[in-house]
């Protein structure tokens, strides 16, 4: 696979009509190690935004989805964390604001489920998404460069 965004057309946090079609077309599949599951990864497009140096990612990985907002003129960030629960729904695990440069790191559970850690770095102008956590006896565990060099 190669490491170009293969994004035909952005999509927007506001056009909730064709939002399946529109992840299909546009998200970038990676491999995880150790689980026979494949991760997600799409840049959404915030039609409200004023600065371009804003963007935001949406990451799938197995049962947890996160929102990643980035300032590239501050390297400020936001990260999201949701968790898609078995038979109950989907529950906010996290949403903190943080420096790239300094790293952000999340523990994550949820009781008898879920437990490990996400984060998001930057590493040599590249922007690192790493994980860390096992739901019930599956492990997750990676990285994958959301952005840069």
Known sequence: MSNSRPFDETPTLDD????????LRTAEEF?????DEKGYIMQL???NAKDASNKTFKISIGPIEIILEINFSTWSASLKILFKVPLDGVVTLANVVGNLK???EVK???PKI????IGVKLVDKAVIIYWNFH???KTFKGEKKIFGN
């Open 31 to 35: 491999e995880m190690d150790g689980v």
């Open 45 to 47: 497009k915030d039609n």
């Open 114 to 117: 879920l437990g490990g850690t």
């Open 135 to 137: 739901v019930f006896t």
């Open 16 to 23: 909730p009509n064709n939002v399946l079609e529109t992840f």
């Open 108 to 110: 994550i559970g949820y």
């Open 102 to 104: 300094e790293g952000i």
